[in-house]
Nanobody, 119 residues
Framework: QVQLIESGGGLVQPGGSLRLSCAAS????????LGWFRQAPGKEREFVAS????????YYRDSVKGRFTISRDNAKNTVNLQMSSLKPEDTAVYYC????????????WGQGTQVTVSS
């Protein structure tokens, strides 16, 4: 079992930056692939970024490439999402998720943190 708790959300103006963090507890953190997802009102949850257990393989959705950076610190059991040049369309609840190496889908989820981009 892995417990995930996100933090760092809030209200930011367009063009601003936020850093989301996700603290994990439970099983060996370094064995898990990690991801960030988001869900805007009235829309389905969508993939934002992921980082492999080794930290070597990283993926981003096209709309955040060059603006968001995912990173992990296995010593601190955390995964972060640095977001810059934020746009109103980035407004959503952001979720941290974990997937064991052998799993095909993310099977652990945090409770989410709200990010609102508005002037």
């Amino acid at each position: 079992q892995v417990q995930l708790i996100e933090s760092g959300g809030g209200l930011v103006q367009p063009g601003g930056s936020l850093r989301l963090s996700c603290a994990a507890s439970g099983r060996t953190f370094a064995d898990y692939n990690l991801g960030w997802f988001r869900q805007a009102p009235g829309k389905e949850r969508e993939f934002v970024a992921s980082i492999s257990w080794s930290g070597v393989v990283i993926y981003y959705r096209d709309s955040v490439k060059g603006r968001f950076t995912i990173s992990r610190d296995n010593a601190k059991n955390t995964v972060n999402l640095q977001m810059s040049s934020l746009k109103p369309e980035d407004t959503a609840v952001y979720y941290c998720a974990a997937r064991s190496r052998s799993a095909s889908e993310y099977n652990y989820w945090g409770q989410g943190t709200q990010v609102t981009v508005s002037s």
